[in-house]
């Protein structure tokens, strides 16, 4: 079955991005780290070590039913301070690598590039969580998920890892992106298994909130502080009628 990313990814553009900028975002690619400096580099045997270690780590070692995924979801999106301490006791030399480009060649497979993802998506924002350095290697992992999948990279990963592959767009600040991720993760939610249904659709409804929110302001309001941008007047109503923060901010 082909990605439900790399099939579609380029159909919806809406408009043509400028001179060097990204067809995903419209924002120029100068300000993403290329991911090419280490891409001749082989996987060596302690790469795949570190690789499923990551893996095992975040998904666990066995198959994940509904309901674990169900009871992994606070873990995974809550906020847990022994958690994140775990993350960076055992990991912390990984997302520095990673966010050097120094793990640039574990892109060449699914796990791997999988696993790159995590890192820079996820394990930054619980290492860094509540600072700006958890958002500072979003443009890279965005450029990750969306390469892999135009390169099938995501083909073969099972559905729960496909959600972590896709994760970067629920990220972005970019209207067009959250479209794409609300249409991605339904599409996700769809193919499952009707076991796997309801929680799916559940991943795809926080797609959908993400995406309202960056509809409705351009960016993340939560991110606002920490990044030190202005709130706006309509942000600063916002913010102050209890809105999800999503453990940032």
Known sequence: M?????????????????????????ENDMAVKLFSESM???ITDDDQI??????????MEQTLSAPKIDG???????????????????FAGDVELASE???????????????????????????????????EMDKAALKLCVEGAMEKKDKGLAPIHKAFFYMPL???????????????????????SPTYKETFETIAQFAEL????????GRFPHRNKLLGRAN?????????????SFGQG
Not at 2 to 23: H, K, N, Q
Not at 50 to 59: G, K, P, T, V, Y
């Open 2 to 26: 082909d990605s439900p990313l790399s099939v579609t990814w380029f159909a919806v553009r809406t408009e043509a991005p400028g001179r060097g900028d990204s067809p995903i975002t419209g």
């Open 40 to 42: 001749d580099a082989t």
């Open 50 to 59: 570190r690789i499923d270690a990551i893996l095992s780590f975040w998904f």
């Open 72 to 90: 992994r979801m606070d873990t995974w999106f809550g906020e847990d301070p022994v958690f994140d301490e775990e993350i960076a006791k055992e």
């Open 101 to 135: 480009g120094k793990l640039d060649h574990w892109a060449h497979e699914p796990r791997g590039r999988l696993a790159l993802i995590l890192l820079l998506d996820q394990f930054r924002r619980n290492i860094y969580r509540n600072s700006p350095e958890a958002f």
């Open 170 to 192: 629920q990220h972005a600040e970019s209207r067009k992106v959250q479209a794409k991720s609300c249409e991605i993760y339904r599409r996700l939610a769809e193919a499952v």
């Open 210 to 217: 993400h995406a309202d929110i960056v509809e409705q302001f």
């Open 232 to 244: 706006s007047p309509e942000e600063e109503k916002y913010l102050a009628a209890d809105s999800p």
